[in-house]
Nanobody, 122 residues
């Protein structure tokens, strides 16, 4: 069973940085995709970024391009968030799907972590 554990959330000031980590275990294949999603209070969950082990290509949504960077080291996936804005506030989840494919955010991710809170406020 794939398990995902997020860490690194917290309080940051506008313009500040946070680095989220997603520790993953239990994969039965070397090919999988990990995505980061967030849910702000009163809003639907939205995809933020993803990375595929098929080709290590990444994707970042337009609202976070130039500010967020996704990377991985083995089974740990990171989301470096710079120039944070209050709109980045929310619970951040990592999710995974085991398949040989490029990364997309609009696929049915099967495994989810419990989330980590990110609050951007002065």
């Amino acid at each position: 069973q794939v398990q995902l554990v997020e860490s690194g959330g917290g309080l940051a000031q506008p313009g500040g940085s946070l680095k989220l980590s997603c520790g993953a275990s239990g994969f039965t294949s070397e090919y999988y995709v990990v995505g980061w999603f967030r849910q702000a209070p009163g809003k639907e969950r939205e995809g933020v970024s993803c990375i595929s082990t098929m080709d290590d290509r990444t994707y970042v949504v337009d609202s976070a391009k130039g500010r967020f960077t996704i990377s991985r080291d083995g089974h740990t996936v990171f989301l470096q968030m710079n120039s944070l804005k209050p709109d980045d506030t929310g619970v951040y989840y990592c999710a995974a799907i085991q398949h040989y494919a490029p990364c997309y955010l609009n696929v049915p991710y099967r495994y989810w972590g419990n989330g980590t809170q990110v609050t951007v406020s002065s």
